[in-house]
């Protein structure tokens, strides 16, 4: 008789997705978290802005070899997102870094003013 595999532990945020969500909440928009948007891909955007469209990716590690930043993952991001925009989807990419310096709030509150 086999073995049922070890529970996982639930996945711990980043803090960089849990100071992205203080960010939203301060500029006082309205957010959903893994939003499942393609009808035949399980894809999902990390974070997208209720009533707008607007999906947003942070794009974690860019310094070091992983997942998402070889040449394989990358062309995946690159499907992804084009898959994402022909929806009629608005996709922002922010990098961990745009998150922890307050980048990515200042350019919301920039643009968002003018949408």
């Known amino acids: 008789m086999k073995k049922a595999p070890p529970a996982r532990k639930p996945k711990r945020e980043p803090v960089t997705h849990t100071l992205f969500r ?3 909440a301060e500029l006082g928009l309205t ?3 893994e939003t499942l948007f393609h009808p035949i891909r399980e894809w999902r955007w990390d974070f997208s802005l209720v009533n707008c ?3 947003i990716e942070i794009c974690g590690q ?3 070899k992983g ?4 040449g394989r993952g990358i062309q995946r991001d ?3 997102g084009n898959a994402g925009t022909m929806l009629g989807w608005r996709v922002l990419h922010f990098s961990t870094d745009d998150i ?3 980048r990515a709030k200042a350019f919301l509150q920039q643009h968002l003013r003018q949408t």
């Open 22 to 24: 203080k960010h939203l």
């Open 31 to 33: 957010y959903c978290t």
């Open 53 to 55: 469209n607007i999906a």
């Open 62 to 64: 860019i310094w070091h």
């Open 67 to 70: 997942g998402h930043s070889s």
């Open 78 to 80: 690159y499907d992804k």
């Open 100 to 102: 922890l310096r307050g």
